[in-house]
């Protein structure tokens, strides 16, 4: 997890990272995949939200 005073654009690559891994989470872990989907979809709209171009 990045540091809280990090760059927008470092915050956005780990949010979208998380959201691959809970992605690939909810395909393994069939116990938690509706869990896992919803974590994943909440990390990449985090990251989408932040815009491939803001510093």
Known sequence: ???PAAP???WRVFCLRSAEVYR???EI???HHH???YWAT???E???AIGPNEP
Do not use: T
Request: charged share 45%; no cysteine; glycine share 4%.
């Open 24 to 26: 690939q989470v909810a």
């Open 46 to 48: 985090k990251g989408e």
């Open 29 to 31: 872990d069939r116990w």
């Open 8 to 10: 927008r654009s470092l």
């Open 35 to 37: 869990e896992a989907l």
């Open 42 to 44: 909440r990390e990449r």
């Open 1 to 3: 997890m990045p540091a």
